[in-house]
């Protein structure tokens, strides 16, 4: 089954311990109501430094990435179906879902175009 990624952009977090954790208990129905298609329920993103071309790094993002979560899904209708239930929207974040390509070989090197 395809797995899906998705991307955590902005959102307003709770100000409050109780807003927290109303929020996190959103989240964690949404993740059991999805089951066993949950690949990787969360991973926030912390630190971030930005390495530009010419090899400086900055610290601080050029996108408003916080985190992303890794769901199987038999295709993008059902893995957009989900993301719309996603209790990160409840807190103005935005998700991005793309399909993740299976590169083969050591190298990744599938011998075409993965796009």
Known sequence: MPQYI???????FPTTPEESQKHLE???QWLNALGERVV?????FKD???VQADGTATPGSTSAMS????????????ALAA????????I????EIS?????NGPTGDQGGDAN
């Open 26 to 28: 959103h989240y964690q």
């Open 40 to 44: 990787s329920a969360a991973i926030p």
């Open 48 to 50: 971030t430094h930005t």
């Open 92 to 95: 103005n974040g935005v998700l």
């Open 83 to 90: 993301a719309k239930s996603c209790p990160f929207l409840e």
């Open 99 to 103: 399909e993740m390509v299976e590169m």
């Open 6 to 12: 998705f991307v955590y952009l902005g959102g307003e």
């Open 67 to 78: 985190g992303l979560s890794i769901i199987r899904s038999a295709s993008m209708d059902e």
